[in-house]
Structure formats: C-alpha cells, structure tokens
C-alpha cells in the first residue's frame, strides 16, 4: 500500500476529504475480473483500497492493482463490511450466493455475471448509450445492482441510434459472431483444448459447449452446454430493448458461435428509408466509442479490436439495393464489459458520501 493510502485509512477525515472509496472484485482471477482492475487503474478511479475475492482454486494468487501487487483472497461474508462498491465478475452462482451479504453491507452492486438481470431493484445499464439517448438515472444512495448490458447489446445499440440520426431505418438484420472468451476461462480452455486434439486426432472435451466448436462455426449448442447458446441470443435482445428503448428498431438477430477466443463481430445491415448518402451517414455513425476504419489494414477484426475501447466499424454499400448498408464491425467484449462496469460505478459514486468509512 502507498504511503498516501496508509494515512488516509487512518484518518478518516482525510479519506473523505480525498474523496477515495473502498471497493472489491469477486472473481478476480476471471476474465472479467481482471479487466475492471485494469480500467480501474487506467481510468483513475478514485479507490482507496481494492479487495480481490475468488474460490479456493485462487487463492493466494498474485495480482497487479494500481500498480501495487497483492493477492487474492478467500470469499466470506465479512470481506463485505465497509466497502462502497463491489463488482461481480465470476459466475452467476457465485454471485447469487454472495451479493445480498454484499447489499446489506452497505456496498453498490456492479453485476458483470448478468445473475441478478431479474431482480425487481436491478437496472441493466450502459453509460455509453445512456449518454448517446439523453437518458438520466434518479439519483440514489443505495440504488439496485447496476447489471453490466450484455457486450453485444451495447455495441448493437450504439450503432443503431447513431445509424437513426441519418434518417429512418426502415430493416435491419444482425449476424453477431461469438467469441469463446464469452464464457470465461472455461471456454477459451475448451476451444483451446478442442484445437489441439483436432489436430492430434483425439476425442474433443465439450463440457462448455457440449459440441465441436474448434475450426467450427454453430447457431447453437449441445443439449448438455452449460448455457445453451438461445438463452445468449435472448440476453443481447431483452438487454438490447432495456438500453436502447422503444426509439431504437431492433434487428433480427443471429448469434453464431465463431472458433475465436476473443472479441465479437458483427454483420450489421441496414435498409434505410431514403436513398444512402455514405458521407452523411460516416459522420453520424463516427463518434465517442466508434472508429469508421478506411484502410485495410485497420479493418475491424478481432485481432485489431483486441485492447480497444473503440467499437471499429467498416461501411460497405449494398451493391445490390441503393439504400442499403452493411455496417462490418469489431469490439473487445471484454473491454466493453470492463468499461461500462467502472463508468456505472463512477455515475453511482455520485450519490454516496465521498470516502465513506461505514
């Protein structure tokens, strides 16, 4: 711990003058979980001390936070008192089993494990497109878990409402490819596994997605996948309407499941109402968030996407209807995931005391 941090845990009126909260990440050692430590440290988020919490299996692990190393330690209950802000990052159970003790502790709910998406007092949220739409959130000092928009959802809505300030959308359709990094650690180990057994001719693991998935490309998942890919279509889709709203079309949607680790695409086409102007249409789409690409070599990809904040995007006319549009993009759905978690947080610490020390 810093030498500033240590004098201002021990004068509480300093940390509430200095404005620093406390916070933990459970699932710390996920995917997700490491990426809101890192936009924690890149954004400067005003934390005085960050708690890492995991399972057993990670335990005493070594972590880089704020450019301090410290190490992961054991979920319990007790880890709870005194935080302002807890973000869950590991699995919906983990959370389901763990965020009331977090509530009644006094500590805002950041849900990147979509567990509590149906909870009555829960808000799915996407500060990139709230800004975009003009939507405000009341103020509260003890709001419901702010539930992290599906990666997708997000990406989908900010191209959309963009796409509407050029005219009217009359169609659209959406081919989203999935990414293995969407299920965590286990789904990029299973693709990865599954890669190497192909290739030695050897019998593929498919406990993640019950189906070959290596040099593969599905619209759904075996009967016994721990999350059949439907339910991920209807996620994007019930999320999308949550962050978009009614003024926003929603396009019929595909989700494929890609042989790629990270990252989503995305297969975008727009029919609009009148004749295109591309130019018009470049400046409405360009933006906070989104990069129209033009050369090749900065084409969306997910290799290009990987580390961005930016959604890129690449125009490319219907060469067979003049009001048609095909919108190819990339985006680091972890990054995306990571960001709106750590801006949802900065918006709630609005209304909480600065520096609470409960």
């Known amino acids: 711990m810093s030498s500033h941090s240590r004098t201002a845990a021990s004068h509480p009126e300093a940390t509430r003058s200095a404005g620093l909260y406390r916070l933990a990440i459970v699932g710390a050692a996920s995917l997700k979980g490491k990426e809101v430590a890192e936009i924690l440290n890149e954004r400067n988020f005003p934390a005085l001390d960050v708690k890492l919490l995991d399972d057993d299996e990670s335990i005493g692990q070594l972590e880089n936070v704020r450019d301090e190393v410290t190490f992961i330690q054991r979920l319990r209950a007790e880890q709870f008192e005194n935080l302002d802000f807890t973000f869950f990052a590991s699995d919906p159970e983990s959370t389901r089993n763990s965020w009331t003790a977090a509530r009644e502790a006094g500590s805002a709910i950041i849900d990147l494990s979509y567990a509590l998406e149906n909870e009555p007092t829960a808000t799915v949220r996407a500060p990139w497109v709230e800004r975009l739409s003009g939507r405000t959130l009341a103020l509260e000092l003890q709001p419901g878990p702010a539930v992290i928009a599906h990666p997708a959802a997000i990406v989908l809505a900010l191209l ?53 998935v290596a040099f593969n490309m599905v619209s759904r998942y075996g009967e016994q996948s721990a999350t059949p890919l439907a339910s991920v279509e209807q996620r994007i889709i019930k999320h999308y309407r949550r962050i978009a709203g009614e003024a926003a079309l929603l396009p019929s949607l595909l989700l494929i499941q890609a042989p790629i680790f990270h990252g989503h695409a995305f297969a975008l086409h727009l029919e609009m109402e009148q004749a295109l102007d591309l130019a018009a249409f470049t400046e409405a789409v360009s933006g906070e968030h989104v990069t129209v690409t033009r050369l090749a070599e900065d084409a969306p990809s997910n290799v290009n996407a990987a580390g961005q904040n930016d959604v890129q995007v690449a125009l490319i006319p219907d060469q067979a209807q003049g009001k048609g549009i095909w919108l190819w993009a990339a985006a680091d759905n972890l990054r995306i995931a990571a960001n709106t978690a750590v801006e949802c947080a900065e918006s709630m610490s609005v209304s909480r005391p600065k520096g609470k020390i409960q």
């Open 160 to 212: 959309m409402l963009r796409a509407q300030k050029v005219g009217t959308v009359k169609n659209a359709v959406a081919a989203i490819f999935e990414p293995a990094s969407e299920h965590g650690q286990k789904g990029m180990d299973e693709l990865h596994e599954q890669t190497v057994n192909l290739l030695s001719f050897q019998q593929l693991p498919k406990n993640v997605f019950d189906v070959q």
